[in-house]
């Protein structure tokens, strides 16, 4: 059988020889462009050419086989769709893939081109209404009528390459403590790094067998912390010793098939009440008395049966109001003092699964929700109506598998509680690389205050935490772990350290306490990795580039 190909400006073809007289030469059929072998050189066409001479003198007619383009998404002949290069092309037979909305591409939509297209804020509240008078004079006490210019960590500080041997699922810093971050990853493994001193972590692989999804400190015992498995169990570990005890396991019986196994996602801890909340992928709510560490209680029902429950937040201020979210497409308020299956205070309807919702951080009054609807919906007060947000922010974050899920989260420090900083899952073309930015919004009116990233990080970063006390962002890409600061805190800190940055590159096992586990390779991650250099420590020149761009308010 000989192969050649013919050179057209419309469709390219493919001439095959027959082998034998009974062969169908009728048919065409559409291939992509990258199935069909190519000569390699001037010498391989003519072999090929001589066999379909010899064919055709044996009375062998050739078959003709057409090729077309073919769009990965639809389909369809005639147009291509996906990433080529570090640009995304649209399919036009399908709606927008930023804002789900036909007539449009993702390159012109309205919302890439300015984040707060028809986004409006919300009237100012009619203070003369008594109850509003005060909400505004006790409720609202620390919220100053001015912003201050918001602090941005534009800058990679440290990090630590491969530093866990499957992607990040959450990070959580330490209470107390400003330089500790504690890491959980899918492989169930927990990281705790001084990214003070860059060298100085450890990676305990006892705790869970599976992804680890949240993880809360301890109220009472700032060394200890709880930790929600997809293998089903609540662990409470020591950061210094590294051992670790199961308060809550829901798969006692082990692996039954995949209709009866539990996985715990959402997991926080009211301390004024003294119980630990987990929620689990069958709609249920567990509760640990975090005093004595027993469970308290059944399960109750707070979402749809069999709903994956993702998330759980404690009010600051109202201690009994908890809001949950899940793949219902709903983000439920309830009352603690009377939790019951259908008896939620108010449901926050989405059009699709909620990755995240959370309260404000200093006066519990406002809502903030990721959806996979490629929305961020704000609501301005939880004591007005919550029939419809205040705010829907437009902004990418709806993806496939192989991708922790995105979440926005409040900037803890900023008194007017409106600074959100969520990871960007379009990428963006930098000098010809696809970046996927950090995204800081102001949640009052969808603006983009400043989108940040290093031309070193070529992988999603889904997982971004504000420190609570510091001007420092930690993100989780892949299997490594970024520290940002401010440019000038940076070099502030450098001079006086006298150090250039270092990011570590890990290849073996990080130093451990407590039980050792061996990484292997991560077959879904592994295309995430960066950094191919086989040196085991890289030190950056302190002035490293970087690409930071900010819109004024």
């Given at each position: ?28 059929e559409e291939e992509d462009d990258d199935d069909y072998p190519l000569s390699e050189s001037e010498k391989g066409d003519e072999a090929v050419k001589i066999e379909l001479e010899k064919s055709k003198a044996k009375g062998k007619a ?71 008078f005060v909400f505004m004079r006790q409720l609202q006490p620390r919220i100053p009528p001015i912003k201050p210019p918001y602090v941005i960590p534009d800058q990679v500080h440290c990090a630590v390459i491969r530093y866990h041997s ?388």
């Amino acid at each position: 059988m000989g192969l050649t190909r013919n050179r057209r400006k419309k469709e390219p073809e493919i001439v095959i020889a027959r082998d034998t007289e009974s062969s169908s030469s009728e048919e065409e059929e559409e291939e992509d462009d990258d199935d069909y072998p190519l000569s390699e050189s001037e010498k391989g066409d003519e072999a090929v050419k001589i066999e379909l001479e010899k064919s055709k003198a044996k009375g062998k007619a050739p078959i003709t086989v057409k090729l077309k383009k073919v769009c990965k998404v639809c389909k369809q002949p005639g147009h291509e769709a996906g990433f080529k290069g570090a640009t995304y092309i649209d399919c036009p037979m399908k709606p927008c893939f930023l804002c789900k909305m036909p007539g449009h591409t993702t390159m012109s939509c309205p919302h890439r081109v300015v984040t707060d297209h028809r986004i409006l804020p919300t009237s100012h509240r009619n203070t003369k209404n008594p109850i509003d008078f005060v909400f505004m004079r006790q409720l609202q006490p620390r919220i100053p009528p001015i912003k201050p210019p918001y602090v941005i960590p534009d800058q990679v500080h440290c990090a630590v390459i491969r530093y866990h041997s499957r992607r990040v699922t959450c990070l959580e810093f330490h209470p107390t403590r400003n330089n500790i971050l504690l890491s959980g990853d899918k492989k169930g493994q927990i990281g705790v790094w001084d990214f003070a001193k860059v060298y100085e972590k450890s990676v305990y692989g006892n705790i869970h067998s599976v992804q680890v999804n949240n993880m809360r400190f301890s109220p009472t015992n700032d060394d200890m912390v709880y930790s929600a498995s997809s293998d089903g169990n609540i662990g409470y570990t020591d950061l210094e010793t590294g051992t670790s005890s199961t308060l809550l396991n829901l798969n006692p019986n082990g692996w039954q098939g995949p209709t009866t196994w539990k996985m715990l996602y959402g997991l926080d801890i009211n301390s004024d009440k003294g119980l630990v909340l987990a929620a689990d992928n069958f709609g249920l709510l567990h509760m640990i008395d975090h005093r004595s560490n027993n469970v308290t209680g059944e399960p109750i029902l707070i979402h749809k049966k069999g709903s994956k429950v993702v998330g759980l937040d404690c009010n600051p201020v109202h201690p009994e109001l908890l809001l949950s979210c899940g793949n219902d497409h709903f983000a439920r308020i309830w009352d603690m003092r009377k939790l019951q299956p259908g008896e939620s205070l108010n449901d926050l309807a989405h059009k699709r699964v909620v990755n995240s919702a959370y309260f404000s951080p200093s006066s519990g009054t406002k809502i903030l929700t990721t959806s996979q609807d490629n929305r961020i919906r704000v609501w301005d007060s939880i004591f007005g109506d919550l029939d419809s947000p205040s705010r829907e922010i437009v902004h990418s974050h709806d993806f496939n598998r192989h991708l922790t899920p995105f979440k926005a989260e409040w900037d803890p420090k900023d008194a007017s509680e409106s600074l959100i900083v969520v990871g960007r899952y379009i990428s963006e073309n930098y000098n010809g690389a696809a970046l996927h930015p950090i995204d800081f919004i102001d949640s009052s009116n969808g603006q983009l205050v400043a989108e940040v990233m290093d031309p070193n990080i070529t992988t999603i970063t889904p997982v971004n935490k504000l420190h609570p006390r510091d001007d420092v962002l930690a993100s989780g890409s892949s299997r490594s772990l970024f520290i940002w600061r401010p440019e000038e805190k940076t070099e502030m800190v450098e001079e006086k350290e006298k150090k250039e940055k270092k990011i570590v590159i890990c290849y073996g096992d990080s130093d451990k306490k407590g039980k050792k586990q061996k990484r292997g390779s991560d077959d879904e991650d592994e295309d995430d990795d960066m950094f191919s250099s086989k040196g085991k420590n890289i030190k950056a020149k302190a002035k490293t580039t970087k690409s930071t761009r900010r819109t004024k308010a």
